[in-house]
């Protein structure tokens, strides 16, 4: 049984950081491109970053380009977000989401599935 397991969000300022992680379980994590996806509240749910197996490509959402790096260890089978100068805009439930087997990150919009998330709020 797949299992993944978000943690690391927090209450941040404006212009702090924060890593997020992501822990999981239960399948070949190393086949999979895996990513982050956020719902902030009363929106819907989007794509955030994605990153391909062996960590080859990535790709981000357009808000947080230059301030989001995602990286994988697949020692670890785990998935991590740095998240940094956040936003008062950033503010959300983050998730840690898989792709579609043998889809790559072309796209940030179609997932298989995703955890329970965790909370990231930035204060102004």
């Known amino acids: 049984q797949v299992e993944v397991v978000e943690s690391g969000g927090g209450s941040v300022q404006t212009g702090g950081s924060l890593r997020l992680s992501c822990t999981t379980s239960?399948?070949?994590?190393?086949?999979?491109?895996m990513g982050w996806l956020r719902q902030a509240p009363g929106k819907e749910l989007e794509g955030v970053s994605c990153?391909?197996?062996?960590?080859?490509?990535?790709n981000y959402a357009d808000p947080v380009k230059g301030r989001f790096t995602i990286s994988r260890d697949g020692d670890k089978n785990s998935l991590y977000l740095q998240m940094n100068t956040l936003k008062p805009e950033d503010t959300a439930r983050y998730y840690c989401?898989?792709?579609?087997?043998?889809?790559?990150?072309?796209?940030?919009?179609?997932?298989?599935?995703w955890g329970r998330g965790t909370q990231v709020t930035v204060s102004s």
């Open positions: 990153i391909t197996p062996g960590a080859l490509n990535t």
């Open positions: 989401a898989v792709k579609p087997l043998g889809q790559a990150c072309g796209n940030l919009v179609e997932w298989r599935s």
């Open positions: 239960g399948w070949n994590f190393d086949a999979y491109s």
